[in-house]
């Protein structure tokens, strides 16, 4: 994943992917290496989807929804 998507620090911290730069030689590389290295790929794909199951499903989402509304509006929200 390019440095320059937003989420490209999780990505390094869950170690699901390859962060580089935008430049072609390096997604090249990047590219060949994980053709490769297919167990590490599936690795990181693993690691990858169970990092978005655990911070982008709907009841994770919702889950800092409230909290949010929690503490901008204390005592108005209640738990859901």
Known sequence: ISDRVNIWREVNQE????????QSSEVAAAIRHLLTATEEA?????????????RYAWPRIVEQ???????????EIHEV
Do not use: C, H, K, N
């Open 15 to 22: 170690g699901a992917g390859i962060i580089v730069s935008t």
């Open 42 to 54: 599936e690795v990181m794909g693993d690691r990858g989807r169970a990092a978005a199951e655990s």
């Open 65 to 75: 929804f409230v909290t949010s509304y929690q503490e901008l509006m204390p005592g």
